[in-house]
């Protein structure tokens, strides 16, 4: 069992930044893909970027790239998320799962075995 905990989120204007983070409860941290998803009121849990177990690969969905960036630290079982040049579009909760895989990372909510609570991103125009 892998408990996660997000912190991070707030409110923020159009072209801020935000900086969120997971914290892991497992002895395997290394063990697991890491990734971030996000849903917004009335649409459906969305994959935003996704880490491998050693940090060596990384893939995001095309609406964050060159803004956003994943990064993870095993030594500390965190996974961060770097959110710059935000748009009222990235406004949703924000979640935290993780993926017993060491071969893939992930694009789908279902791929993930362990989620966290979510954080609330808002972004305002």
């Known amino acids: 069992q892998v408990q996660l905990v997000e912190s991070g989120g707030g409110s923020v204007q159009a072209g801020g930044s935000l900086r969120l983070s997971c914290a892991a409860s497992?002895?395997?941290?290394?063990?697991?893909?890491m990734g971030w998803f996000r849903q917004a009121p009335g649409k459906e849990r969305e994959f935003v970027a996704g880490?491998?177990?050693?940090?060596?690969?990384?893939s995001y969905v095309d609406s964050v790239k060159g803004r956003f960036t994943i990064s993870r630290d095993n030594n500390k079982n965190t996974v961060t998320l770097q959110m710059n040049s935000l748009k009222p579009e990235d406004t949703a909760v924000y979640y935290c799962?993780?993926?017993?895989?060491?071969?893939?990372?992930?694009?789908?909510?279902?791929?993930?075995?362990?989620w966290g609570q979510g954080t609330q991103v808002t972004v305002s125009s």
């Open positions: 799962a993780a993926q017993a895989s060491l071969t893939r990372v992930g694009i789908t909510a279902r791929e993930y075995n362990f």
């Open positions: 880490v491998s177990w050693s940090g060596g690969m990384k």
């Open positions: 497992t002895r395997t941290f290394s063990s697991y893909t």
